[in-house]
């Protein structure tokens, strides 16, 4: 049997759900902002990758293997914390937008892999990171940040730390299809584990989390092993493909986003989601191998 690599055919229910919002009979919901991290380690096949397997009564994508991640907290905007790395103007040129936003974001990203992994992107000086989170005063302020009973400002602030902005790289952005009923602009950030700080399963929103080389995490989804979304697919498989956390990062070095948002594609006499030009390659590859590892079986 052959490997169902994307691109898929979507349902035709979705199909028609999708063309109402694309002629105007149905008026999308307005998505929020979100920043998610592939948190990265090396692996003897390639960088390795922190999934959380989100839980089935979550109302948002139930059961799927997912990067940390989640909506910008309005307290994310503080400007007021210690700061290193590039400046906000410089993280907006390469978001794609404003000044403000970009910071938020930025924040939101370290929060989240906190909230979510454990794993905190901050240090006592511009130059340093915290050797070690799991301490039960740690957890305390952790909880207390998922429960938004403290921002991330304030607790930065009153540890004494510096936000470590330049650990993170800019991947991606997704926008949520018209036609999903919870929509989020998702901007992707890359970041490879700091040394001495371990992952934990601490996220409420979990119910299982894994290292999994991100090569094997696409391979697993092409058999039907574990759930991902689409971006999450298609950005393992670009992270797969290269041979190291660092050769990720010297690629998002180098990397501007701009915002996708997946729509109707025309798949022979079905139809599909549509994803972004410079992913079709590697797409288009790991079908004709599939394909020709399936004529040799």
Do not use: K
């Amino acid at each position: 049997m052959r490997i169902p690599i994307p691109p898929v055919p979507l349902p035709d229910e979705v199909v028609a759900l999708a063309q109402e919002y694309a002629d105007g009979t149905r008026e999308p919901v307005e998505p929020r902002n979100a920043a998610t991290v592939i948190l990265m380690r090396s692996s003897a096949a390639g960088p390795a990758v922190y999934y959380l397997r989100r839980q089935a009564s979550m109302e948002f994508a139930a059961g799927m293997a997912v990067f940390p991640g989640g909506g910008v907290d309005p307290r994310d905007f503080d400007a007021g914390v210690a700061w290193a790395g590039p400046a906000p103007a410089s993280w907006a040129e390469r978001l794609g937008t404003d000044e403000e936003t970009a910071r938020a974001l930025v924040c939101a990203a370290v929060r989240e892999t906190y909230e979510e992994s454990g794993v905190l992107l901050a240090g006592a000086s511009h130059t340093s990171v915290v050797a070690d989170t799991t301490g039960a005063d740690w957890e305390a302020d952790r909880v207390a940040l998922e429960t938004r009973e403290l921002a991330m400002t304030d607790f930065l602030n009153q540890r004494g730390l510096v936000l470590r902005t330049d650990l993170l790289g800019v991947w991606d952005a997704w926008l949520t299809p018209d036609f999903e009923p919870r929509r989020y602009r998702t901007w992707f950030f890359v970041a490879e584990l700091p040394e001495g700080q371990v992952t934990r399963d601490v996220s409420s929103e979990s119910s299982s989390v894994s290292w999994l080389p991100a090569r094997v995490a696409a391979d697993q989804a092409d058999a039907g092993e574990l759930a991902l979304m689409p971006p999450t697919y298609l950005t393992s498989l670009e992270v797969g493909a290269h041979d190291s956390p660092e050769a990720v990062l010297a690629t998002a070095a180098a990397r501007a986003v701009a915002m996708f948002t997946p729509s109707l594609e025309q798949l022979g006499d079905r139809f599909t989601l549509s994803m972004p030009d410079r992913l079709r390659p590697l797409v288009a590859e790991r079908s004709e191998r599939s394909e020709r590892s399936e004529r040799h079986r």
